[in-house]
């Protein structure tokens, strides 16, 4: 018996694609997604909001972007997470025509299409390539889990359900009113 082998896609192909094609290269698979909910935008612009306002009253200079922007990671990972956050310190290094290399801070809001991706595959690809922080925000449950890099590694930080706060490493000081944003 003879098994077609499955095709893998590489950056080469993923750039082929129509600007705005709703697809994510992950691990050389084409992963395609439908539009995020109006909910899951809400969530975004506040959590987009609450960023950018912390970095122009705190003199950041770091840079807040929000989906679809493409994060390059590898030939086979280019991802469009929800939310990224690059230091001040790392914004020329990473910001081109679109993000190559590991942002400080990224943020995935679920959706029952995507879950499985953000918080399987995509989590481990941020990790290998030296993410610092990754928050998951869960909707449904209305809860985040905020993992941060140490020793190369995930650690969950922090996880709180709808009436609790979530505090940033990558962003000393920001918290986040879960309550509020779930409101």
């Known amino acids: 018996m003879h098994i077609a082998e499955q095709?893998?896609?590489?950056?080469?192909?993923?750039?082929?694609?129509e600007e705005g094609a709703p697809f994510q290269l992950i691990n050389g698979d084409l992963i395609m997604s439908p539009a995020p909910t109006s909910y899951?935008?809400?969530?975004?612009?506040?959590f987009y909001y609450l960023i950018q306002t912390y970095i122009e009253k705190t003199n950041n200079n770091g840079i807040c972007l929000y989906s679809p922007i493409d994060v390059r990671l590898d030939e086979e990972n280019t991802f469009q997470p929800d939310l990224i956050y690059i230091s001040a310190e790392r914004k020329t290094e990473l910001l081109q025509n679109?993000?190559?290399g590991a942002p400080d801070l990224v943020i995935e809001?679920?959706?029952?299409?995507?879950?499985?991706?953000?918080?399987?595959?995509?989590?481990?690809?941020?990790?290998?390539f030296g993410v610092k922080?990754?928050?998951?925000?869960?909707?449904?449950?209305?809860?985040?889990?905020?993992?941060?890099?140490?020793?190369?590694?995930?650690?969950?930080?922090q996880k709180e359900k709808q009436n609790g706060t979530i505090t940033l490493s990558t962003l000393p000081g920001l918290q986040i009113d879960l309550q509020k944003l779930f409101s």
Do not use: C, W
């Open 109 to 128: 809001i679920l959706s029952p299409s995507t879950a499985y991706y953000d918080l399987k595959q995509k989590k481990d690809v941020y990790e290998r």
């Open 7 to 17: 095709k893998k896609y590489t950056e080469a192909d993923y750039n082929l694609l």
């Open 133 to 157: 922080e990754y928050l998951i925000i869960d909707p449904i449950k209305k809860d985040a889990e905020d993992y941060f890099l140490e020793n190369e590694e995930f650690m969950l930080k």
């Open 40 to 46: 899951h935008q809400i969530l975004s612009g506040r």
């Open 98 to 100: 679109r993000i190559m």
